[in-house]
């Protein structure tokens, strides 16, 4: 494996320069609509004052919600008059019975578990959509796998609007995502993969 990353032919990059710097970041204000900003303030992230594009106290909806959110509200009925989505579970008691039933609750400390299912429900989802559950940090809501999702394992994807492995990175060549944190493109990088695939005997 050493001597493949050490290899001149990709100068030590397993991906050949073809990894995408922008698949895994927050969206920005544009496609931004006014359904989107009445949706997203449904579930508390507000607007910092009337006509900002900043949310309030800077807490930002996770990639994986605000996408879930821009599709809904291009569906004919998929978003309710009072702003929340129109789907099973999507109300905040709801989500919030998700949230604190969830398995990964199971694993954090007895005085952690109680702090979160003390926690008032609106708050306890407004953490876990924005990707930070105070006390739980590394835990975010994921609407592309249904339930809790550790952020060191679990990444969303912009371009292909979905939750991916951590090992999984998003080619700008073919502009899918690949599996394999230290594997070439197998459609972009067919001479990379190929002598991959011959150093790791597969």
């Known amino acids: 494996m050493d001597d493949y990353l050490n290899d001149d032919m990709w100068g030590g990059d397993p ?15 544009r496609g931004r609509t006014e359904a989107v900003w009445y949706t997203l303030a449904h579930y508390g992230f507000r607007r910092s004052a009337p006509g900002s594009n900043s949310f309030e106290g800077n807490v930002a909806p996770s990639t994986c919600f605000e996408s879930f959110v821009r599709k809904m509200v291009k569906q004919q009925g998929g978003v309710l008059d009072n702003g929340e989505i129109n789907s099973h579970g999507m109300s905040i008691k709801e989500l919030a019975h998700t949230i604190r039933t969830n398995h990964q609750i199971g694993y954090l400390n007895g005085r952690t578990q109680k702090i979160i299912q003390e926690r ?20 975010f809501y994921s609407f ?26 998003h080619c700008k060549g073919c502009n899918k995502c690949q599996y394999g944190a ?14 991959w695939k011959e150093a790791n005997g597969c």
């Open 15 to 29: 991906h050949h320069g073809m990894e995408s710097d922008s698949a895994g970041d927050p969206y920005t204000n």
């Open 120 to 139: 008032a429900g609106v708050d306890l989802v407004k953490q876990a959509l924005s990707g930070e559950i105070k006390d739980a940090e590394d835990l």
């Open 182 to 195: 230290m594997i070439p493109c197998s459609n972009c990088s067919v001479r990379e993969f190929a002598a």
């Open 144 to 169: 592309c796998r249904g339930g809790l999702e550790q952020s060191m394992c679990t990444w969303h994807c912009r371009v292909c609007k979905k939750c991916k492995d951590w090992r999984d990175w």
